[in-house]
């Protein structure tokens, strides 16, 4: 795992750049929380392909546990990549309603996830 640093109006961003998945479970998510936040910086962006594939089947509950303590510890999170492919109403209502709220991003480029963090 390697971490690209990137920097917006003083706020600094962590991509997390990766072959392998580097969150399979809530601890996994934690304990990435936890080192990025221990390094200084307030903002993730993550790549789908490093998310274990249960955590886009809701019914597993891992999405909404690993999102709910990014926004309890107000670190914000941007996961790039293809969405369109999930077919479940309620998985593209969740991705729907976490973009709303601007803490929590499901976005398709790099580009997308640096913009779409609040300054």
Do not use: C, W
């Amino acid at each position: 795992m390697t971490i690209q640093s990137h920097e917006i109006n003083a706020i600094k961003i962590a991509e997390i750049i990766s072959d392998d998945i580097i969150i399979q479970s809530v601890q996994d998510g934690l304990d990435l929380m936890g080192n990025i936040y221990y390094q200084g910086f307030d903002k993730v962006i993550l790549y789908e392909k490093n998310i274990t594939p249960e955590f886009f089947d809701l019914k597993t509950k891992i999405a909404g546990e690993i999102l709910q303590k990014f926004s309890n510890y107000r670190i914000g999170l941007a996961i790039v990549g293809d969405f369109g492919k999930y077919e479940s109403k309620s998985m593209k209502d969740f991705i729907f309603e976490s973009n709303k709220t601007k803490h929590i991003n499901f976005v398709s480029t790099l580009e997308d996830a640096l913009n779409n963090f609040p300054k």
